[in-house]
């Protein structure tokens, strides 16, 4: 399974961005997928996931201002960032829990970067 995020870039404090992570491949369903950040200096932390029934999960700090969806039928998730401030600042990447022909795997796309400076 291959990963494309988008959706990453500069804006101000306060503003919105949307992400896009869409998996592509053959023979595989997706469990669960999910966002992961990792800032400057700092380790990846979890950001927000979201299980094939819809059940989402958030870290404390976005909590309200986050929000996770999926597109099952376009095996893509989205992570729509409100009211952003610069602690949001990170490089976020996807990453998908699959299962194929070989078992459970995991995948992570490449990273996209956003930036909330003013």
């Known amino acids: 399974v291959q990963l494309q995020a988008s959706g990453g870039g500069v804006v101000q404090p306060g503003g919105s961005l949307r992400l896009s992570c869409a998996a592509s491949?053959?023979?595989?369903?997706?469990?669960?997928m999910a966002w992961y950040r990792q800032a400057p200096g700092k380790q990846r932390e979890l950001v927000a996931g979201i299980t094939s029934g819809g059940t989402t999960n958030y870290v404390d700090s976005v909590k309200g201002r986050f929000t996770i969806s999926r597109d099952n039928a376009k095996n893509t998730a989205y992570l729509q960032m409100n009211s952003l401030n610069a602690e949001d600042t990170a490089v976020y990447y996807c990453s998908v829990l699959y299962i194929d022909s070989f078992g459970r795997k995991t995948s992570w796309g490449q990273g996209t970067l956003v930036t909330v400076s003013s």
């Open positions: 491949g053959s023979g595989f369903s997706i469990n669960a």
